[in-house]
């Protein structure tokens, strides 16, 4: 069975050990500075400890799941025993580049996913770096798979992908709030506006992926002369709504890559 560490069990780390451990296919160990908010973690078989240098001795797989200004801390406490080891970063904005300047012996993958993991429907896109087989490939796809979706990217691609899908779900949730609202605004209850936005949101989605519909197919399907929806339509047009998003994923790249900057230059 293979053995999976995960250092820093915050939002994000907690649901990667939760993911794996509930697979029953992997031993987990997580750590934490704090480990009173994720006990919980326990009855699904994680071990928990608040160690670093334990998990990466502990394991032949290890998430690196801590703030991106704590890397190289980190990863200078636990070099020494990462040597042909499989590191997946999960930390925004640091390169491969980096990641291996640190732990140059180690099997770097460097990933983003989003918080969709939480519910095993997460999106992780992730580039391979130094030292990597296609064998350890196979492994990752195998991890990444129990948290949800998962494809390849050249490393450049990075950042856009942070803007766009690790930070989608905020824009997604942004979108359902509005919807519920306006359920809101024409007398439907609370509850009803916001189950009833949130799975109109979900079945679009589900449909487009599993029939790979295009939206505007879609969008066609409901779409009427002179009815309903494209009166709303008409005023999500006039407001720019699809503009609006575009740069907002525009904006996000860039700050992305500015953090990037920062982060490494003062690295």
Known sequence: MLRVGVIG????????????????????????RSLEKIRDLERVGVELTTDNVRVASASDAIFLAVKPNKVSQVLREISGLLD??????????????????????????????????????????Y????????????????LLGELGAYVEVDEDLMDAITALSGSGPAYVALLIEAMAYAGLKVGLPRDLAYRSSAYTVYGTAKLMLETGMHPSTIKEMVLTPGGTTIEGIFYLEEGGVRTAVMKAVEAATRRAREIAEKLNSSA
């Open 9 to 32: 069990a915050g939002q994000i780390g907690s649901a990667i050990a939760r993911a794996l451990a509930e697979s029953g296919k992997y031993k987990v160990i997580a750590s934490r």
């Open 84 to 125: 042909g080891k499989l590191l997946i970063s999960v930390a925004a904005a640091i390169p491969t580049s980096r990641l291996s300047s640190l732990a140059p012996k180690a099997k770097i993958i460097r990933a983003m996913p989003n918080v969709g993991l939480i519910v095993k429907a997460g999106f992780t896109a």
């Open 127 to 142: 580039c391979r770096g130094p030292n990597v087989a296609e064998s350890d490939i196979k492994v990752v796809q195998e």
